[in-house]
């Protein structure tokens, strides 16, 4: 089968393993992620994945997409050290604070700067945001068709994959043409471990950063000013749910609750 | 000065952690009753290409040096002390090979050290003691043509049944001054044997104990460095990694005591608050926290100087205070993490009594604490 053109867009969010330690600046309403290590975002981790698979199926190459700050150069390095073949970090303070549309238009532009593509794997969702708005977004920029929470994937001819798309209620298995973005679920895949070897063969291969200057973008659209959302607040939510032991017989404790659901009538033949 | 680790080094330990969380960890418990080394962890270290991290990259290694070696042993240690030790034994073992093998020594083993086939020890210690192995020794090798053939049994050795070679040390001449010499071999060589395995307080999991050497019948070109050289060798061995390798273990022991005692006073809750609030567990994860901040200076500034190739006699002194700091450090944090958890410091799930039963595994092996001091004492006083 013909090798694949394969772009994987991944976002650095803090560990989900020190979640506990984030907080919310009253002031800014944004994370306060200090302290907190950077990750690839798990479904990313997986999209990744899934890219590679099929790189090594049919040859072809893997490219990874991030927009974010200069320290994630270090998660793109990882990224290589799994087996892209290289890795465009979009990275301008002008995209600060940009939203999922915004955040798309950069990465679409990213895209557009590198080439043509056969394939774009997002993660479904992400750990910090989770909107999970980013995939669909960049496809309808690019105007190319997709398909959102993929489970399962494989290569069925030249310009087809074979998919399994999963809802709320049901599975779909689907015949996807190419060319094809797609935002893929945990199911898809068990993402590989970092290796030695994976990390001497990424001294090989570098991260490429692209500023605002270098990318076809029009700055209107992007960061802060050129997102349609805002957030106006950011608040941890309190769990007010109590509680509440019902004691005595049985009786009484049936009593009581037909009570609490207001059907005392009815229910105790009252 | 620069502190910080490259991103290949901030890489390599986020690789060995996903072993040792992913791999290791769910097995932990296994251990601690079989007391057996998981048969697939050498595969698992081999296919993440931890085996031959010290392995020139002729032979199929990475070349990575001493501190990338010894942040994968904190890795691993921090989730199992026992495995942690079972491969810087293996790096120990392995060593002398690269540092002063012949070019047909190298051949012969690196490739298969690098590809997880061969595992590797090192054998000096006897009955009569490690730190004096001069006076004591009585393992005799004794020349038959091409050949010798050695005699005698080591002791305390770790990684005695899952090594399938080692380096040993044996007497060879006896007038008009003893010679000792140091071989490399393998389990195909008839007479090597496993002997008697020790029941540790600690590292369940890590195979120590003896290793026999009855008529083994060993090539002449399997002598490293030569005839009369055997103490420096097996000395390169522990000074460049047996110490700073027991130190890494100990920087896991502290690392995984400091973050169970976080995690236990943030969840715990005493008079409607989280025992974080009192201000004496505040002073005890101080405690533990410079303790480990302090031990890791000493122990990544001693590989670094390996790594930096200062000759064995100067470098001893500063990996010495690194493998005595970090020792009584992870006695002490593992100590100060029983006494956080209370009573549940001596509840095996709770994983701490293991880290400080670790932690006291450490101070005797490559050397003790008291040995170190000695070493230490050298840098200024003769004697």
Redesign the interface.
């Known amino acids: 089968m013909r090798p694949l053109r394969i772009a994987v867009c991944v976002k650095p969010v803090p560990d989900p393993k020190e979640s506990?330690r984030l907080q919310i600046d009253p002031a800014t309403k944004t994370l306060v992620r200090k302290g907190i290590p950077l990750v690839i975002n798990p479904l990313d981790r997986h999209a990744l994945e899934a890219g590679i698979k099929l790189k090594e199926e049919a040859e072809g190459k893997v490219t990874v997409f991030s927009m974010a700050p200069p320290a994630a150069?270090?998660t793109l390095?990882?990224t290589l050290?799994m087996g892209a073949d290289e890795a465009v970090l979009l990275s301008d303070l002008r995209f600060a604070g940009g939203d999922t549309l915004a955040t798309a238009r950069v990465l679409a532009a990213g895209l557009k700067k590198m080439g043509e593509w056969d394939l774009i794997i997002c993660g479904a969702e992400s750990f910090d945001g989770g909107t999970a708005q980013v995939g669909p977004q960049l496809a309808v920029l690019l105007g190319i068709p997709w398909l959102t929470r993929v489970c399962q994937l494989k290569r069925e001819d030249d310009n087809h994959l074979l998919v399994t798309v999963e809802d709320e209620t049901e599975q779909r298995d689907l015949l996807a043409q190419l060319p094809l973005l797609i935002t893929v679920d945990s199911a898809v895949n068990q993402p590989r471990?970092?290796?030695?070897?994976?990390?001497?063969a990424?001294?090989k291969r570098k991260v490429i950063t692209f500023t605002a200057d270098d990318l076809p973008v029009d700055l209107a659209g992007i960061g802060l000013n050129g997102s349609p959302t805002q957030t106006r607040d950011l608040f941890t939510h309190e769990s007010t749910k109590k509680v509440e032991l019902l004691t005595g017989s049985p009786q009484q404790v049936a009593i009581q609750l037909l009570d609490k659901l207001g059907l005392t009538e009815k229910g105790a033949g009252q | 000065m620069n502190f910080e680790f490259t991103?290949?080094q901030?890489?390599?330990k986020?690789?060995a952690r996903?072993?040792a969380e992913?791999v290791i960890a769910p097995r932990v418990e296994e251990m601690e009753k079989t007391k057996e080394l998981p048969e697939d962890f050498y595969p698992i270290m081999a296919?993440?290409?931890?085996t031959g991290?010290l392995v020139p990259e002729e032979y199929g290694g990475?070349n990575?040096g001493t501190l990338a070696a010894i942040l994968v042993v904190e890795e691993i240690s921090r989730v199992s002390a026992a495995l942690g030790t079972s491969f810087q034994v293996h790096c120990l073992g392995y060593l002398p090979l690269v540092r002063l093998g012949s070019p047909e020594l190298k051949a012969k083993y690196l490739p298969g050290v690098a590809a997880g086939q061969y595992i590797a020890t090192g054998a000096i210690t006897e009955a009569s003691g490690g730190s004096d192995p001069t006076g004591g020794m009585t393992t005799t090798a004794v020349r038959d043509g091409d050949d010798w053939i050695i005699n005698g049994r080591k002791c305390f050795i770790s990684n005695n049944k899952t090594a399938n070679c080692t380096w040993v040390t044996a007497v060879t001449k006896d007038q008009p001054k003893k010679e000792f010499t140091t071989f490399f071999v393998d389990k195909s060589m008839e007479g090597y044997k496993t002997g008697r395995m020790e029941s540790k307080a600690g590292f369940h999991g890590l195979d120590n104990g003896d290793l026999i050497f009855q008529n083994c019948r060993v090539p002449h070109s399997n002598i490293i460095l030569g005839e009369g050289k055997g103490i420096t060798v097996a000395m390169t061995s522990i000074g460049r990694m047996g110490r700073m390798g027991m130190a890494a273990v100990g920087l896991g022991v502290i690392k995984a005591s400091l973050d169970a005692a976080v995690k236990f006073a943030?969840e715990r809750v005493l008079y409607g608050k989280p025992i974080a609030h009192l201000q004496a567990v505040q002073f005890k994860i101080a405690e533990m926290t410079y303790l480990l901040e302090a031990s890791r200076l000493l122990v990544y500034r001693a590989a670094w100087m390996t790594d930096q190739n200062v000759p064995d006699k100067e470098l001893a002194p500063y990996v010495a205070m690194a493998k005595l700091y970090a020792t009584d450090a992870a006695i002490k944090a593992s100590d100060l993490a029983v006494e956080i958890l209370g009573g549940y410091g001596v509840v095996e799930e709770y994983h701490v009594e293991r880290y400080l039963r670790d932690a006291r595994m450490i101070w005797a092996a490559a050397g003790t604490g008291d040995i170190m001091k000695l070493t230490v004492a050298r840098m200024h006083l003769n004697g």
């Open positions: 506990n150069e270090q390095t990882e050290a471990r970092l290796s030695l070897l994976g990390i001497l990424a001294r | 991103a290949e901030e890489l390599l986020k690789a996903e072993v992913e296919e993440a290409g931890f991290i990475s990575l943030n």
